[in-house]
T-cell receptor, first 117, second 114 residues
Framework: DAGVIQSPRHEVTEMGQEVTLRCKPI?????LFWYRQTMMRGLELLIY????????DSGMPEDRFSAKMPNASFSTLKIQPSEPRDSAVYFC???????????????FGSGTRLTVV | GDSVTQMEGPVTLSEEAFLTINCTYT??????LFWYVQYPGEGLQLLLK?????DKGSNKGFEATYRKETTSFHLEKGSVQVSDSAVYFC?????????????FGAGTRLAVHP
């Protein structure tokens, strides 16, 4: 398997523009997670899906952020309008359902580095 | 609540030095414990794990033992290399009705100099 695939790797956009980040999870993984990483706040869980359904979006910072998972192989994180403080690395991760003794953690993508100027 | 505390970095070592990165946790129930590594410009990668008390996880010369009595999972390596320079995250995994939640520590940056 090619792992979790994110695109683009880097995105530079102007303040006020819409930004869409994309993720393809590992086939067969029924959990998908979106994280944001910054120097100031570290790694933050934004939202996660189970079987394409959003389960917990309490980490989404504002209404400007939205996430969708239209099918098992694709998810998007959209920021509209973008602001400079949204600059961060955004990671997607996926995981299969496993019993406790068989849980191998999450598999992360390489991330999208977003810069809003 | 459930949480993970790691030693603050950066940790700076010379090549071939001994490494310890401390990790302690607070959790209800019986968590699994993980160490992840993040190399510059990359995502987090699973380094090792342990699922129950006294288990030792090991990989690439790194090891950590699940100590329930001290609620700790310290990462060790006998002789570090420059290529080990990265950020290391301790995490605990809690099962909740089929959903395995990972709670991460803040990360510890390791810099190894020749």
């Amino acid at each position: 398997d090619a792992g979790v695939i994110q695109s683009p790797r880097h995105e530079v956009t102007e303040m006020g523009q819409e930004v869409t980040l994309r993720c393809k999870p590992i086939s067969g993984h029924d959990y998908l997670f979106w994280y944001r990483q910054t120097m100031m706040r570290g790694l933050e869980l934004l939202i996660y899906f189970n079987n394409n359904v959003p389960i917990d979006d309490s980490g989404m910072p504002e209404d400007r952020f939205s996430a969708k998972m239209p099918n098992a192989s694709f998810s998007t994180l959209k920021i509209q309008p973008s602001e400079p403080r949204d600059s961060a690395v955004y990671f997607c991760a996926s995981s299969p359902t496993r019993g406790r003794g068989h849980f191998d953690g999450y598999t992360f993508g390489s991330g999208t580095r977003l810069t809003v100027v | 609540g459930d949480s993970v505390t790691q030693m603050e970095g950066p940790v700076t070592l010379s090549e071939e030095a001994f490494l310890t990165i401390n990790c302690t946790y607070t959790a209800t129930g019986y968590p699994s414990l993980f160490w992840y590594v993040q190399y510059p410009g990359e995502g987090l990668q699973l380094l090792l794990k342990a699922t129950k008390a006294d288990d030792k996880g090991s990989n690439k010369g790194f090891e950590a033992t699940y100590r329930k009595e001290t609620t700790s999972f310290h990462l060790e390596k006998g002789s570090v290399q420059v290529s080990d320079s990265a950020v290391y995250f301790c995490a605990l995994g809690l099962g909740r009705g089929g959903y395995n939640k990972l709670i991460f520590g803040a990360g510890t940056r390791l810099a190894v100099h020749p």
